[in-house]
């Protein structure tokens, strides 16, 4: 079964920093996507950013950015120029191309952005 | 505005009331989901469907029931809610070609 784990359950950083949030899954599969979702205090969950796993070219979306690392089942976020908006919850999902239609969750990490 | 939508957004309920949390969508998505969010945890699915009249079980689908007899609605049923299932629940859909869901704005379920 495939599983996401993401080890920092809180992070902060300085308004205008940056920071890295980590992830890692397991999976035997070749073909999958891999996402970066945000939940802010509304509760709404937001796709922030996502990850073709065929694709070598890390994927960037204005200030955030992935490492995604296929070989190591790594696949961190990256928010450069850190603003007080980018406080919330995030959530790294792992989903296969083909089959079984489900999102599988990592634990989450709150981000704080200190002003 | 394309969305799926949730209702309602709080319920507190006693045990072993029956309860329904409806979800609609209005983009003419195949696939639909339940999720349970608890902390720690993340989400975790509860029952998905890839179509109308087909549904199957996530990985903690007991105490809950659903059903899609149309295309845009999945409601999702706890027949004897107890409080372990007090929880966030999150509606989600996409199209079969797309990549991402859309969620619900989420509803907060407490069982007293």
């Known amino acids: 079964a495939q599983t996401v784990t993401q080890s920092q359950p809180e992070m902060s950083v300085q308004e205008a920093e940056t920071v890295t949030l980590s992830c890692t899954y397991d999976?035997?599969?070749?073909?999958?996507?891999l996402f970066w979702y945000k939940q802010p205090p509304s509760r709404q969950m937001i796709l922030v950013i996502r990850?073709?796993?065929?694709?070598?070219q890390n994927a960037t979306e204005n200030r955030f950015s992935v490492n995604f690392q296929k070989a190591a089942k790594s696949f961190s976020l990256k928010i450069s120029d850190s603003q007080l908006g980018d406080a919330a919850m995030y959530f790294c999902?792992?989903?296969?191309?083909?089959?079984?239609?489900?999102?599988?969750f990592g634990q989450g990490t709150r981000l704080t952005i200190n002003p | 505005e394309a969305q799926v939508t949730q209702n309602p957004r709080y319920l507190i309920t006693v045990t072993g009331k029956k309860l329904t949390v409806t979800c609609s969508q209005n983009?003419?998505?195949?696939?639909m989901s339940w999720y349970r969010q608890d902390p720690g945890l993340g989400l975790r699915q509860i029952y998905y469907?890839?179509?109308?009249?087909?549904?199957d079980k996530g990985d903690v689908p007991e105490g809950y029931k659903v059903s899609r007899k149309e295309k845009r609605n999945f409601p999702l049923i706890l027949e004897s809610p107890s409080p372990n299932q007090t929880s966030l629940y999150f509606c989600?859909?996409?199209?079969?070609?797309?990549?991402?869901?859309?969620f619900g704005s989420g509803t907060r379920l407490t069982v007293v």
């Open positions: 469907s890839m179509n109308v009249e087909v549904t």
């Open positions: 999976t035997s599969e070749s073909d999958y996507y």
């Open positions: 983009m003419n998505h195949e696939y």
């Open positions: 990850q073709e796993a065929y694709k070598q």
């Open positions: 989600a859909s996409r199209a079969r070609a797309n990549y991402g869901y859309t």
């Open positions: 999902a792992y989903r296969r191309i083909a089959g079984a239609q489900k999102l599988v």
